[in-house]
């Protein structure tokens, strides 16, 4: 996936990126193939992204992902960001010397 002249392309599929409207960012049938390519679970791919397997489910079912996992998914698509850096993230804001500045699940 990445972003040309305000579109993101993924795969085949190509979706406009309207003003403050994130969630559209990421075609969920990519994500799918995606995740079935690597031979993940639902559990073990959202995990990165701080989802829990029954919210990921429901937004491959269509449901609306909101913006901040659909940035993450659309950092981590466009290889800006790695599951190495999900995980350095992820370390520190669950240290328990760091302010909480998420609740858990979201």
């Known amino acids: 996936m990445e972003l040309l002249d305000n579109q993101w392309h993924v795969g085949s599929h190509m979706q406009s990126l309207p003003t403050g409207d994130l969630s559209s960012v990421i075609d969920r049938i990519s994500i799918i193939a995606y995740r079935k390519k690597r031979r ?8 990165r992204f701080g989802v829990t397997q029954s919210r ?3 937004f491959e079912s269509g449901a609306e992902i909101p913006p901040p996992v ?8 466009n290889k800006t960001i790695s599951d190495g850096d999900l995980g350095r993230a992820e370390r520190v804001l669950r240290r328990s010397d760091a302010p909480m500045l ?5």
Not at 40 to 47: G, L, N, V, Y
Not at 70 to 77: A, E
């Open 40 to 47: 993940e679970s639902q559990r073990r791919f959202w995990a």
């Open 56 to 58: 990921g489910s429901r």
């Open 70 to 77: 659909s940035i993450l998914l659309g950092l981590y698509f």
């Open 102 to 106: 998420l609740s858990q699940g979201q």
